[in-house]
């Protein structure tokens, strides 16, 4: 897939994330978000009422529409937590 | 960060353009002052960088507002006044009692003698089939995606709504590489000279319009006025977007489709006011669809009718930053004034000036939310099977079912319906309903009254809450 990462930011500090059991590239400083959105995860979890996929709209804590399972706490909101190195996520959308 | 303090002379709720122009001033004073933001980083939504842990952004460009603000930033980052990020209010009690959650591990109740509510506005949205999709995000969140963390959502996209906002999130997004299909403006194109009146006192705010314009211009973007998202479809995630035409009063004219083949669509409807934290501290509230929606009521001084409770910024009218400053100033000088304190550095302006600038910021807000409000016909166009609350999944048909019942006002319909009940607790679909409603009714807002707001006022959990810890 194209890279959805700008070019015109020197980025430091590459790191690894682990979602639903595959690894994928991101840099500190970035939301996990923002790193999962990078990586091509848009379908981020399935609504509860009606089974239908959704994905992130607000991208800044109101919706919870990104909550997912990161390092074992449930129901986090993606956009407003940063990865750390080896960081496991796991999206709401496995049935 | 986390403090060993359980009393503050102020507490700010909210570090974004009012927040921290009070901060400031607030700083230089003897007075102990805390300065709480849910958000990771402090300066609210406007003011966002690329985190230095991150990397440099190479062609950083900033406005003379925006600069202003990360100025005031990092004096308040560097004074001595106490900050708390991922801190989420919780609620607001009698006894000058709030309680708050720190970085979803702890709660802490704390006691202010003056609280400062500065909650900004979220995004607005006007419901159509499929924007529940995957691929359909919000204008801000594009924009965080860039800011913060370098990201564009897609290559190429498209983009729909209403507003000054969506095109400096186009501009946002074109600088940075991005490739617009489009940009669908749902008000006709003359909106824009109605600002003209407003020149004199707003120029900054035409120069960067100008600014924008120019580069969607350049950059070939087609840019298509009362043109409005009647589809979104796909197959699991996004795939295609339908958009038609609409008359003068909002109604769609038929004929008019056009398809787009696009799996990433962002969509914003301007602004609403975050009044929950206020509503739910008892503050008294006003309806003012010319304003933003419902609106802390505040008098010229930025006091509520709650003793030591005061509100700035966009909750008390949606008006961007110029207006948001100097509402943090007049709040700020309140403040000293309350605790009957001389500030130590003189006010930058009078209070006199201050009042007599805020009249043309409250002017602005009324030219500007009422030419990009939302036609009623279009409201009332949204078809029977579009689910308009997203968590709960209620449809436009339950609403108007719920209606013709008897349900005549927010409460009895989410009784009715579950309608704003889900994790985001109305945030998202409340501002429309209250539209439905006031369109279905034919009632005033104000005679129907709000959603309730009870705490915990955002999702909590279990551990987090019974984990309170008392500061002696």
Known sequence: MEDLRVDNIKRKQQIKLKVNGKEIKAYKGETVLASLIASGHKTLKTNPVSHEPRGALCGMGVCFECTMTINGIPNTRACVTKVQEGMIIETHDQE | MIK?????????????????????????????????????????????????????????????????????????????????????????????????????????????????????????????????????????????????????????????????????????????????????????????????????????????????????????????????????????????????????????????????????????????????????????????????????????????????????????GIGGAQKSLNEGKIAAHTILDKLSLENKKPLVSSLKKLLKERKHHMSFVKCFNSLYRIKPKTILGIPDDTTVCRCENIDMQSLKKAVQMGCYNPNALKIMTRCTMGPCQGRICAPVIYDILQILCQKNPEDMGLFSVRPPLKPVSIKSLGNIQNIE
């Not at chain 2, 370098?150 to 290559?155: D, F, R, V």
């Not at chain 2, 906002?165 to 991005?178: D, H, I, R, S, T």
Request: include cysteine.
């Open chain 2, 4 to 316: 060993n303090k359980s009393h503050y002379n102020i507490i700010i709720i909210g570090s974004g353009f009012a927040g921290i122009t009070a901060a400031e001033i607030l700083a230089d004073t003897n007075l102990s002052l805390l300065l709480l933001d849910e958000n990771i980083h402090f300066g609210g939504q406007l003011l966002r960088k690329i985190p230095e842990e991150l990397g440099e952004y190479s062609s950083y460009k900033t406005d003379k507002i925006k600069k202003i603000g990360f100025s005031f930033l990092e004096k308040v980052e560097n004074k001595k006044i106490d900050l708390m990020n991922q801190t989420v209010l919780l609620g607001v009690y009698e006894n000058n009692e709030i309680l708050i959650e720190y970085n979803r591990e702890k709660t802490y109740t704390l006691k202010y003698d003056i609280l400062l509510f500065a909650t900004g506005s979220r995004e607005r949205f006007l419901p159509f089939k499929g924007w529940t999709l995957p691929g359909v995000y919000s204008t801000g969140m594009l924009q965080v995606l860039i800011k913060s963390s370098g990201i564009l959502p897609a290559k190429k996209m498209l983009m729909a709504g209403s507003g000054l906002f969506l095109f400096a999130a186009a501009y946002e997004y074109l600088n940075n590489g991005g490739k617009l299909m489009g940009i669908m403006e749902q008000s006709p194109f003359w909106n824009k000279i109605k600002f003209f009146p407003q020149i004199f006192h707003q120029y900054p705010k035409f120069l960067e319009g100008a600014r924008y314009l120019s580069k969607i211009y350049f950059s070939k973007t087609p840019v298509k006025y009362q043109r409005h998202v009647i589809e979104a479809r796909g197959n699991k995630t996004l795939e295609e977007v339908v958009v038609g035409k609409i008359d003068k009063n909002g109604e769609l004219i038929e004929g008019t489709e056009k398809t787009y083949q696009t799996d990433t669509l962002v969509i914003g409807y301007g602004f609403v006011p975050n009044i929950e934290a206020p509503q739910v501290a008892g503050c008294q509230l006003e309806y003012s669809r010319e304003k933003g929606g419902w609106i802390v009521k505040v008098n010229d001084l930025m006091e509520t009718n709650r003793d030591n409770i005061l509100a700035a910024g966009e909750i008390t």
